[in-house]
Every structure is written in structure tokens, then in C-alpha cells.
């Protein structure tokens, strides 16, 4: 367990339904991040969120929607996927300082399995 | 902009051999570097990390120089064993652009037989 837990391990869903995925971090971090790993590409970041505020958005399409009620949940949900959206999807959580957003390291969860039917 | 570029995998090798797998980057400021590992089934761990140039980053027998004026972050184990066999990820986080989002290299596989 590295303190980054994420639920469920595996989701199947057809294109039409509606699904959430949870991260939940209870090490004192204030910043979080989805990514998606894909097979044979780089881990793409989807969505960062410092101090609760989202930050970044790496072009993603709207089926996908963050969110963040406070600093030990992220949430992302999931709404008429295609099938090219079936990754791994991985969620992971840093502290950050406020001056200058020195980085000291994710701690990843051990990811969500998306399967689009 | 920021980048990182590894080695390509597979590298298959036998228990007790020497390993290195590369890592360049390129980046617009001065970046903190770092080497994940995931093994099967399981998300990212941090493995090693450097800050600054010349730091020497080490865990679990694993090693890597931040070298500056190669821009690269090879990581290196004089013998590894089978239970090292996983996906080994470098990465960078840049300062300067005043964001603390780490941009990942693709992967490199590691499979160690007995």
C-alpha cells in the first residue's frame, strides 16, 4: 500500500453509461494528478490540481471531468467513453511548496484498469 | 519544452548481470530528476531522484548521476536480480516554468531470468 489508494482496481463500461473513479491520500499532500498510461506511450497527464485548484488541463475531452473536494480526494468522472479511452488510469498525489512549486516526488496509486465496451 | 527520451525496450538479462538503461532530457529550466518503477499490477514507486547537477541519486542498489553537460540520468545496477524485473520510467520535473507537473519518458522493460 503506498498511501495512494484508488477504487475500483478494474471498471468495465459500455460507451454509454457513466462511471466515476476515486483516489483518496491521506499523506499530508496538497497537490493531485491523473494520468493515463496507455500501452507502448508515455504516461500522459490529464489533470493537475494544486491546493484543491485545478491547474492544469492537457487537452482533455470532456467526457472526462476532475474533481476535487479537498486536498485528500480526487475524483474523475466518466461519461460516454469510447473504447480508446480503455487504459490504466492512475492517480498521484505530491507536495508541493507554495513559492515555487519545487516538486518532491508522486506518490502513485496503484491505478484504475478501464475497460470501454 | 520539456522532454524525456530513454532507451527503448525490451532488456532481457540474467540474474547477476550489470544494467543501464538511458535517460536524456531536455528541459527549459533546471530540473529535478527522478527514475520510477512499476512492477506488474501495481502503479509507479519512486525509485531514485536528483535535484541538481553532479547529485547522485541511489536505493535498492540502483544509481544514477545527474549530469549536466550530458543532459542525461542513466540509471545503473552492477548486479540485478530477478525480483527487479518491472518497467523502469525516467522523469523530470522543471522549476522554472513554475509548474510541479513531471513529464515522463515511455518506458523501458526489464525482464531478469534466472
Known amino acids: 500500500e503506498t498511501g495512494v489508494t484508488q477504487t475500483p482496481r478494474h471498471l468495465v463500461m459500455g460507451m454509454t453509461n457513466k462511471k466515476s473513479l476515486k483516489c483518496e491520500q491521506h499523506?499530508?499532500?496538497?497537490?493531485m494528478y491523473w494520468y493515463k498510461q496507455s500501452a507502448k506511450k508515455p504516461l500522459e497527464l490529464m489533470f493537475v490540481?494544486?491546493?484543491?485548484?485545478?491547474?492544469e488541463n492537457n487537452s482533455v475531452p470532456s467526457r472526462f471531468s476532475p474533481e476535487c473536494p479537498n486536498s485528500s480526494h480526487l475524483f474523475l468522472h466518466l461519461h460516454t467513453l469510447q473504447p480508446e479511452d480503455s487504459a490504466l488510469y492512475l492517480c498521484?498525489?505530491?507536495?508541493?511548496?507554495?513559492?515555487?512549486?519545487?516538486?518532491?516526488?508522486?506518490?502513485f496509486g496503484s491505478g484504475t484498469r478501464l475497460t470501454v465496451v | 519544452g520539456n522532454s524525456v527520451t530513454q532507451m527503448e525496450g525490451p532488456v532481457t538479462l540474467s540474474e547477476e548481470a550489470f544494467l543501464t538503461i538511458n535517460c536524456t532530457y531536455t528541459a527549459t529550466g533546471y530540473p529535478s530528476l527522478f527514475w520510477y518503477v512499476q512492477y506488474p499490477g501495481e502503479g509507479l514507486q519512486l525509485l531514485l531522484k536528483?535535484?541538481?547537477?553532479?547529485d547522485k541519486g541511489s536505493n535498492k542498489g540502483f544509481e544514477a548521476t545527474y549530469r549536466k553537460e550530458t543532459t542525461s540520468f542513466h540509471l545503473e545496477k552492477g548486479s540485478v536480480q530477478v525480483s527487479d524485473s518491472a518497467v523502469y520510467f525516467c522523469a523530470l520535473s522543471d522549476h522554472q516554468t513554475g509548474a510541479n507537473n513531471l513529464f515522463f519518458g515511455t518506458g523501458t522493460r526489464l525482464t531478469v531470468i534466472p
Open positions: 499523506l499530508g499532500h496538497n497537490a
Open positions: 490540481y494544486n491546493f484543491k485548484e485545478q491547474t
Open positions: 498521484a498525489s505530491s507536495l508541493v511548496t507554495r513559492f515555487d512549486l519545487t516538486n518532491y516526488g508522486y506518490t
Open positions: 536528483a535535484t541538481k547537477a553532479d
